[in-house]
């Protein structure tokens, strides 16, 4: 009775979402089919005699300004700003006497080529989807090829080869080969990030970049993106990681890191392009993508329409599901003019049920069905619901001089209730003897050899119910000067808002449930509910930074820059029950700082040197309490030495670096009065990391990293013992091991110190392409300040006699696969198989639970393109 309600209740809350999904998949089969194909507009051209230009390739998005003038300065300008490599097969110097009327605004890479070349005499045609040939004969050519070379960010001025940080580009064409559906999914390229489960105060995207988290360093478009949901990644163009500390770009946190999701922008072309996918974990996702020139409103007008919705299961998991719908116009104006405008709205609404998949067992993953939900399958769920509105305005006062300005109005809702399954592990302490003695007795505490078949687990209910919202304002000043023969590339920027955070958070008490066999649908009959907390935090804060490059030589570059930011939030928590209301508050006032030095020893390649500073404050994720407000913020310092080098003509680009990040003053709970929290530890990561990314002829595209991590904490006065609660400061007996003993050179938590990915595709026969990769990420800590005790019967025994260990998650193998052929001009296939092996992992650690990732699954597709 109870499943066949599941299936009406899912029924009726997507009913909406499934019939327009039909009429997407529908319309994107049909549209367009009077179009000519691009050998068609080619032939007809040649036959014209005319001029031939190129279709859309689908390549990077760039920002270009580039002068009237001579074609040889301006391509060399177009290879600067692009980031991409041209060349000229024409006899030596004929380049010389070609003239071009300048291109200014933002176009895709062969777009901006093409009106480079407008009424120069040169086309250019499609050779392949990463190549472009120009010429005024068959065999005059320039080939352009897109490569992973550049952002779009405004605080970086030059060619990532340039740039002395480690920037990981997961870029468009690997999210499609991948058929990647989130943010999450694509960070899978990037060695040194794990990704964590959520935690009791949010969820959503829950990061680890080189050790230190991340959830407070997502941004969008270069602005932070603070809310709590699961993003869905139908509007990227690329996905970006920016290794190390970035305080002096972005302000607050980012102590590893910071990730910047770069959206789709209004194209000057026609465009559609759209997919579906069907899947073995029922997986129904339609996308579309539709860009239309405005030509109404002038040359530069666009307007661009991305939608996606999506239904799907987990494969070899009960009762958990997705269900998400996001749509993202924006319109922009004057793109090929000295003046800008773009307006831009995101909305992604999920309702789901969510996973937090299975308990620790004292230490360990318990030996159970990997698909055992352990929540309600008719009341837990995650919906979230964010709003984002972007409106910027570009102005170039000269070619050189450039200034951008962008307003931004964020909503967060989110509502959540998720079960956390828990073993209990509370043991009975005695003394017998004047021997302190310690029992494991069910059903508070469950021995390690006990009847998995008796074991009961706590079903802990998180429940919030919270808005986070932001006003921003972000305003920069991008100059590209030359003094006494010396380039100065030069960014100086102001932003500022407001930030607000209400959640509201409930306790349940519910029945437990068996560890072998959980009745997903179980009443959800609580014996109490009670407010645990409503808090109401509001944030003012600005940063103002300038960063400078200087371009001594060909060889030799000085860059650096210096932030100063403002900081000044405030908490109110309302009184619950006899505790009385709390009010705090806490203003920073914080500078950072960044210098590196790069060596060129050749054009393609560079050595760089690189040391950089940043800050978290106590309220840096609008959290802020009696405990932590008097605390200054822990400070970072990171140096980094690397190099970089780009071959085969900026196709493949390749990259090494060695780090050092640590921070000075981690907070930590003061073991002697636990209302206290004091600024003492001292944490390091020291690591390596290569990259590889290659977009090659022949459909050979090839991303490859691997990343060495070692994490460990330098310094700490926290309790690790799991008998903490009978320490007793100063005690001959009770204030030393096994009571109490110092995480110092416990490694960190959820940081793999090996991990690598892989992702290549080739052409195969009969025009099919194949793609083959995976990931490997070593054995891992859920905790880097506590063990647990691992009890081995009901009977008392001496506390000293128990063994401790490390809560560990496993290392593991998985693999992927994929398979595509174009049917037609429009269409093509693709097929991707995930997790070839079925291997059963812990994908999402925490330190009390573990959510498993997916089994194997297939999805089926068609692929849209006009």
């Not at 429940?463 to 920069?476: C, G, I, R, Y």
Request: glycine fraction near 8%; hydrophobic fraction near 35%.
């Amino acid at each position: 009775m109870k499943k066949h309600a599941r299936r009406d209740s899912l029924k009726g809350r997507f009913k909406g979402s499934r019939n327009w999904v039909a009429v997407g998949a529908l319309a994107a089969t049909v549209i367009g089919t009077g179009r000519q194909s691009p050998a068609a507009v080619k032939e007809s051209l040649a036959a014209a005699g005319g001029a031939a230009a190129a279709p859309s390739t689908n390549l990077p998005v760039k920002r270009v300004n580039i002068a009237a003038g001579p074609l040889d300065a301006a391509l060399a300008a177009y290879e600067q700003q692009t980031g991409m490599h041209v060349r000229v097969d024409l006899p030596q110097g004929a380049i010389a006497g070609f003239q071009t009327k300048g291109v200014s605004g933002l176009f895709a890479e062969d777009e901006a080529l093409r009106l480079l070349l407008s009424g120069t005499g040169l086309n250019f045609r499609v050779e392949d989807e990463s190549t472009l040939a120009v010429g005024l004969q068959a065999k005059d050519s320039v080939d352009v090829s897109a490569s992973a070379n550049s952002v779009a960010l405004t605080q970086f001025t030059e060619p990532l080869s340039d740039v002395p940080q480690t920037v990981n580009v997961v870029p468009q064409f690997v999210m499609q080969e991948q058929a990647v559906t989130t943010m999450r999914d694509s960070l899978r390229n990037v060695p040194g990030l794990s990704i964590a489960a959520g935690e009791g105060g949010a969820q959503g995207d829950n990061l680890t970049i080189r050790g230190f988290s991340a959830r407070n360093d997502i941004f969008l478009d270069g602005i932070r993106d603070f809310g709590s949901y699961y993003r869905d990644s139908f509007n990227y163009d690329a996905v970006e990681v920016l290794q190390g500390p970035a305080s002096v770009e972005f302000g607050r946190g980012s102590t590893g890191g910071v990730v910047n999701q770069e959206q789709k922008q209004p194209l000057l072309q026609e465009r559609i392009s759209g997919s579906l996918q069907l899947g073995t974990n029922l997986m129904r996702r339609v996308t579309a993508d539709v860009n239309e020139p405005l030509t109404t409103f002038g040359s530069g007008a666009a307007f661009r329409l991305n939608v996606a919705g999506m239904q799907t299961n987990v494969a070899e998991r009960d009762i958990t599901n997705t269900r998400r719908f996001g749509i993202a116009p924006s319109i922009a104006f004057g793109q090929n003019s000295p003046t800008r405008y773009l307006v831009s709205y995101l909305h992604e609404s999920e309702n789901t049920i969510p996973d937090y998949g299975l308990p620790y067992f004292l230490y360990k993953v318990p030996q159970v069905d990997r698909s055992n939900y352990y929540g309600y399958a008719e009341d837990n769920f995650l919906r979230t619901s964010p709003d984002i509105v972007t409106a910027r305005v570009e102005h170039d006062f000269s070619a050189p001089v450039t200034l951008r300005s962008t307003l931004r109005w964020a909503n967060y809702p989110r509502d959540v209730r998720i079960t956390e399954p828990q073993v209990p592990s509370t043991p009975v302490f005695s003394a017998i003897g004047g021997v302190k003695m310690v029992a494991c007795v069910p059903p508070a505490c469950f021995p390690i050899n006990y009847d998995l078949n008796l074991v009961q687990v706590v079903r802990n209910q998180i429940a919030a119910k919270s808005v986070e919202d932001m006003l921003w304002e972000q305003t920069s000043v991008t100059a590209r000067l030359r003094f006494a023969r010396i380039e100065n590339n030069l960014v100086a920027m102001l932003e500022g808002g407001r930030e607000r955070s209400s959640p509201l958070r409930t306790s349940y008490t519910v029945p437990n449930t068996s560890l072998l066999n959980p009745n997903p649908y179980d009443l959800f009959a609580p014996s109490s509910v009670s407010i645990r907390s409503n808090t109401h935090v509001s944030s003012t804060s600005y940063g103002f930074n300038v960063l400078d490059t200087l371009k001594l030589t060909q060889w030799l570059q000085f860059s650096g820059g210096i932030r100063f930011d403002y900081f000044n939030s405030d908490s109110l928590t309302d009184a619950v029950g006899s505790t009385p209301a709390i009010h705090s508050s806490r203003l920073d006032k914080q500078p950072t700082y960044r210098a590196a030095v790069v060596v060129k020893p050749r054009q393609n390649g560079s050595v760089y040197f690189d040391y950089g500073t940043s800050f978290n404050p106590s309220a840096e994720s609008l959290s802020l309490s009696g405990n932590n407000a008097a605390l200054p913020p822990e400070l970072n310092s990171t140096i980094e030495i690397g190099t970089k080098w780009d071959w085969l003509h900026d196709r493949l680009n390749v990259s090494g670096s060695y780090f050092s990040t640590e921070k000075q003053n981690a907070r930590e709970t003061d073991p002697n009065n636990t209302a206290n929290t004091i600024l003492v530890g001292t944490q390091q990561v020291r690591g390596a990391q290569i990259g590889v990314i290659g977009h090659l002829p022949e459909h050979f595209d090839i991303i490859v990293g691997y990343a060495y991590l070692n994490g460990r904490v330098e310094k700490s006065i926290l309790n690790a013992s799991p008998f903490a609660s009978q320490y007793k400061h100063g005690d001959p007996v009770y204030g030393g091991f096994p009571y109490f003993f110092s995480p110092t050179g416990f490694p960190f938590a959820n940081v793999p110190k090996n991990s690598g990915n892989l992702w290549v595709t080739h052409n195969l026969r009969w025009r099919f392409v194949g793609g083959f990769g995976g990931n490997y990420v070593s054995a891992r800590r859920a905790s880097s300040t506590a063990m647990a005790a691992v009890y081995n019967s009901v009977a008392p025994v001496p506390v000293t006699s128990v063994p401790l260990d490390f809560k560990a998650i496993p290392g593991y193998w998985t693999f992927n696969a994929m398979l595509r052929r174009p049917i037609s001009d429009h269409l093509e296939f693709q097929a991707n198989v995930v997790n070839l092996t079925n291997k059963f992992y812990i994908d999402q650690p925490h330190p009390n639970h573990l959510v498993p990732g997916e089994g194997l699954n297939a999805q089926i597709g068609m692929n849209v393109k006009f």
